[in-house]
C-alpha cells in the first residue's frame, strides 16, 4: 500500500481515535455515517461531563483530530502530513485524553489537575515548534520555554512571555540569523530578475508565536516564497513581492499577523509597503496595530493611509510595539519588528 492511499487511509481511523472508548457501539461505528454519528454523540456528552479543567483537554483532541482528518485527504498530495507526523499526533493525543479522563474520575485532585495543565502546555508548545521549524524561510531557533530551559539564568524557574520576548530582543542576530534571512531573500531577487520588487524581513520578538490571518496586494503579489503562515518568537521571517510582468504597477502590498497583547486580546499586527513604478513617488512603509480583522475591512482607508506615508512608520498599543522602515530605490529593503514590553 502506498502513500498516497495509507494518509487518507488515516483519517478513517482518525474517527476511530474519536470514538476510542465507546466499544458498546462496535456494530454502529462501522461505516463512516456511523462513526461521525458516534462522535458526535459520545464527545458531546463526554464534554458535558467534563469539568472545567477535563474540558480544555477535550477540546484540544476534537480539534487535533478533525484538523488532521482534513489534512490527510488535501487535494494536492504534497500537502498531506508524512505518516510518521500522524502517527506523532496520534500519540500525543491519546495521551492528553488519558489526562483529561483522570480528571472526570477524580475532579477534585489538585495534583491531576496541575499535571494535566502542564502535559497541555508542553504538548502544545512542542507541536508549535516543531511547525515553525519546518518553515522554509523563517531564520533562527524559537525562543521558548524549551530554549529558556537551556538557559543558566531560567533552569528549574518559571518562565513568562516577558522572558521570552526579553531573550528574543537579545538574540536578534544570533548565528547571523538576520543575515541569513537578508540572502535568502536576496536570492529571490536573484531568481526573479529586474523590475520593481520589494525585499522584505519580519522579526519577531513578542514572546509568542504569530499567525498570518490575511494579506493584500494593490499592486504587484507574493514572489515564489509564500508569507509564512507561523512566525514563531525569535524568527526572522523572509519573503519578496513583486510587480505583475508586463504592467507598470509596481509593488504595493500588506500583511496582518495575529498575536495577543499584554493584557491577553487578540490583535492584528499589520506591515505593509509600496514601492511604486514611477522615479517621481518614493517608496512608504506603514504598520500598525488594531482590533481583530480591523485591517482586512478598511482597505481603501489603509490604501490611502499608505499612499501618505514615509519611509518608516511605528505604533504602540496595549503592551505592543510595532516598527517598519523601507529604503530607496525601485527594489529596496523593507525591515519589520514586532514586539513586546
Known amino acids: 500500500m502506498d502513500h498516497a492511499t495509507v494518509v487518507p487511509s488515516l483519517a478513517y481511523h482518525l474517527l476511530d481515535q474519536m470514538t476510542n472508548g465507546f466499544s458498546e457501539d462496535r456494530e454502529l461505528g462501522r461505516g463512516t455515517y456511523g462513526k461521525v454519528y458516534l462522535v458526535h454523540r459520545n464527545w458531546r456528552n463526554r464534554l458535558q461531563a467534563a469539568s472545567v479543567n477535563a474540558l480544555e483537554s477535550y477540546c484540544i483532541q476534537v480539534k487535533r483530530c478533525i484538523e488532521m482528518a482534513l489534512s490527510c485527504v488535501e487535494v494536492d498530495r504534497h500537502k498531506r ?32 489537575q496541575e499535571s494535566q495543565q502542564t502535559h497541555i502546555t508542553e504538548v502544545e508548545e512542542k507541536r508549535e515548534r516543531e511547525q515553525v521549524r519546518e518553515t522554509e524561510n523563517c531564520f533562527g531557533e524559537v525562543v521558548d520555554n524549551y530554549r529558556l530551559d537551556k538557559m543558566a539564568r531560567y533552569m528549574g524557574k518559571h518562565k513568562a512571555r516577558e522572558d521570552r520576548a526579553r531573550e528574543a530582543w537579545n538574540l536578534v542576530d544570533e548565528h547571523d540569523k538576520d543575515n541569513k534571512a ?72 500588506a500583511v496582518v499577523y495575529r498575536g495577543e497583547n499584554k493584557h491577553g486580546q487578540d490583535k492584528d499586527y499589520i506591515v505593509a509597503w509600496s514601492t511604486p513604478c514611477s522615479f ?40 505592543c510595539e510595532i516598527e517598519a522602515k523601507i529604503g530607496r530605490g525601485h527594489s529596496p529593503k523593507f525591515n519589520a519588528r514586532i514586539s513586546y514590553r
Open 81 to 112: 502530513p508524512t505518516i510518521g507526523n500522524i502517527l506523532n499526533e496520534l500519540n500525543e493525543t491519546e495521551t492528553a485524553s488519558q489526562f483529561a479522563d483522570a480528571l472526570l474520575k477524580d475532579p477534585e485532585s489538585t495534583t491531576n
Open 182 to 253: 537578508s540572502k535568502y531573500v536576496k536570492g529571490l531577487k536573484s531568481l526573479y530578475g529586474n523590475g520593481q520588487s520589494t525585499l522584505c524581513r519580519l522579526y519577531n520578538e513578542t514572546g509568542d508565536t504569530i499567525h498570518q490571518v490575511a494579506n493584500h496586494d494593490w499592486a504587484g503579489h507574493i514572489g515564489s516564497a509564500p508569507y509564512p503562515a507561523t512566525i514563531g518568537n525569535g524568527q526572522w521571517a523572509a519573503f519578496h513581492h513583486v510587480h505583475r510582468a508586463g504592467e507598470s504597477s509596481g509593488s504595493v502590498a
Open 280 to 319: 517621481w513617488h518614493r517608496n512608504k512603509a506603514f504598520c500598525g496595530i488594531s482590533d481583530v480583522d480591523w485591517f482586512q475591512n478598511n482597505l481603501e482607508k489603509i490604501l490611502y493611509i499608505i499612499s501618505d506615508a514615509d519611509y518608516s512608520s511605528s505604533d504602540k498599543s496595549g503592551g
